[in-house]
């Protein structure tokens, strides 16, 4: 079993960055592909971006391509979520996710574990 828990949330306005967190612990020997997903007020929870174990592989939803950066230290059993140039339409919970195999990662339904979500707002 592995809990995660995010931190780095808040409001910021439009153009702004903000950082998210999520540290791992528990199975945290094991190799544990991580991503990020989040969920906006009537909609369904969406991928934003994957980091794979080792090699690093990264991927993103379109929407947030040439602003957010995803990033892990193994060291730290923790991945990060850098995001710039913010818009109203970032506005959501974002939940951190890991999952034992790359495809898994990237697809809502097959997550095998999730944080509680942390709120970011961004104003316009």
């Known amino acids: 079993q592995v809990q995660l828990v995010e931190s780095g949330g808040g409001l910021v306005q439009a153009g702004g960055s903000l950082r998210l967190s999520c540290a791992s612990s528990?199975?945290?020997?094991?190799?544990?592909?991580m991503g990020w997903f989040r969920q906006a007020p009537g909609r369904e929870r969406e991928f934003v971006a994957a980091i794979s174990w080792i090699r690093n592989t990264k991927d993103y939803a379109d929407s947030v391509k040439g602003r957010f950066t995803i990033s892990r230290d193994n060291a730290k059993n923790t991945v990060y979520l850098q995001m710039n140039n913010l818009k109203a339409e970032d506005t959501a919970v974002y939940y951190c996710?890991?999952?034992?195999?790359?495809?898994?990662?990237?697809?809502?339904?097959?997550?095998?574990?999730w944080g509680q979500g942390t709120q970011v707002t961004v104003s316009s």
């Open positions: 528990g199975r945290t020997n094991s190799p544990l592909h």
């Open positions: 996710a890991a999952s034992g195999t790359w495809s898994s990662i990237r697809l809502r339904e097959r997550v095998g574990s």
